[in-house]
């Protein structure tokens, strides 16, 4: 039964963000439960690469450049979507951005700029893949939030401000287009191992820095009751939770993999 609500054989998803890290994760995963996945980057290169990688593992996928700061893009995208596989039933809204600055510090372009993909870029998904799940009457959209949303972080305003944003506009879009059978959940994950975070330990030539890796996640494992990190399939696995009919109950949640940090009421 269970491994039945979890095939996702039939299904097209979308999923933004697909060239590297959870977006990547994401695309694979979801394409290794059946659906056809259009995976989407402003990196189309990254995009590709993940596209070969289902393929060549046995799935079903297709690679595209977007740049999700543009409606009119995200609309192409989605419209693109539809045009070629005649639904679209998953759409994850994963492509973001990290900006480290102060509040004193932080100019009005880094702040434009991480609103534009982390918070309007998730909304011009949403708007674009609810029109269409609306008028079919079913579909799942996941955002990807952050546990940022759950605590004070230093030199992290507009980075935490969009993803708290991008909260509130899941659980009103749930409200919304829940009577025409469309959930739109969130996930947001603890301290992920991707490219993200790793740009405390990775070299302008890619090369990785294992001590300084070690150092710089060893504290972050120490917060966990766990006592580890996240790695990108912790995330995407609940993503593809989400995205089955294993979720059918579920609209306007905020899925919190993120080993325990952070334990909300």
């Given at each position: 039964?269970?491994?039945?609500?979890?095939?996702?054989?039939?299904?097209?998803?979308?999923?933004t963000?697909?060239?590297?890290?959870?977006?990547?994760?994401?695309?694979?995963?979801?394409?290794?439960?059946?659906?056809t996945?259009v995976?989407?980057?402003?990196?189309?290169?990254?995009?590709?690469?993940?596209?070969?990688?289902?393929?060549d593992?046995?799935?079903?996928?297709?690679?595209?450049?977007?740049?999700?700061?543009?409606?009119?893009?995200?609309?192409?995208?989605?419209?693109?979507?539809?045009?070629?596989?005649?639904?679209?039933?998953?759409?994850a809204?994963i492509?973001?951005?990290?900006?480290?600055?102060s509040?004193?510090?932080?100019?009005?372009?880094?702040?434009?700029?991480?609103?534009?993909?982390?918070?309007?870029?998730?909304?011009?998904?949403?708007?674009?893949?609810?029109?269409?799940?609306?008028?079919?009457?079913?579909?799942?959209?996941?955002?990807?939030?952050?546990?940022?949303?759950?605590?004070?972080?230093?030199?992290?305003?507009?980075?935490?401000?969009?993803?708290?944003?991008?909260?509130?506009?899941?659980?009103?879009?749930?409200?919304?287009?829940?009577?025409?059978?469309?959930?739109?959940?969130?996930?947001?994950?603890?301290?992920?191992v991707?490219?993200?975070?790793?740009?405390?330990?990775?070299?302008?030539?890619?090369?990785?820095?294992?001590?300084?890796?070690?150092?710089?996640?060893?504290?972050?494992?120490?917060?966990?009751p766990?006592?580890?990190?996240?790695?990108?399939?912790?995330?995407?696995?609940?993503?593809?939770?989400?995205?089955?009919?294993?979720?059918?109950?579920?609209?306007?949640q905020?899925?919190?993999?993120?080993?325990?940090?952070?334990?909300?009421?």
């Amino acid at each position: 039964m269970l491994r039945t609500a979890l095939d996702l054989s039939g299904r097209v998803a979308v999923v933004t963000g697909a060239a590297s890290g959870i977006g990547r994760s994401s695309a694979e995963v979801l394409a290794d439960l059946g659906a056809t996945v259009v995976c989407a980057d402003i990196n189309e290169a990254g995009a590709e690469a993940t596209a070969k990688a289902i393929a060549d593992a046995g799935g079903v996928a297709t690679a595209t450049a977007v740049d999700t700061s543009s409606a009119a893009a995200v609309d192409a995208l989605v419209a693109g979507a539809v045009a070629d596989h005649g639904r679209l039933d998953v759409m994850a809204n994963i492509a973001g951005i990290m900006h480290s600055s102060s509040v004193i510090e932080t100019r009005d372009e880094d702040l434009d700029r991480v609103l534009s993909i982390n918070f309007k870029g998730v909304f011009y998904g949403c708007r674009a893949a609810a029109r269409v799940m609306v008028e079919q009457g079913s579909g799942s959209i996941i955002n990807m939030a952050s546990g940022a949303i759950d605590a004070g972080n230093p030199n992290l305003l507009c980075y935490s401000a969009a993803k708290v944003a991008v909260v509130q506009l899941t659980k009103t879009l749930a409200t919304e287009v829940g009577p025409s059978g469309v959930r739109v959940n969130a996930v947001a994950p603890g301290w992920i191992v991707t490219g993200m975070t790793g740009r405390h330990w990775t070299a302008e030539d890619g090369t990785e820095d294992e001590d300084r890796k070690a150092a710089v996640a060893a504290p972050m494992k120490r917060l966990s009751p766990l006592r580890t990190v996240g790695e990108p399939t912790d995330i995407s696995y609940a993503v593809a939770y989400l995205a089955s009919d294993a979720a059918k109950f579920m609209t306007g949640q905020i899925l919190r993999p993120n080993g325990g940090v952070n334990m909300p009421w």
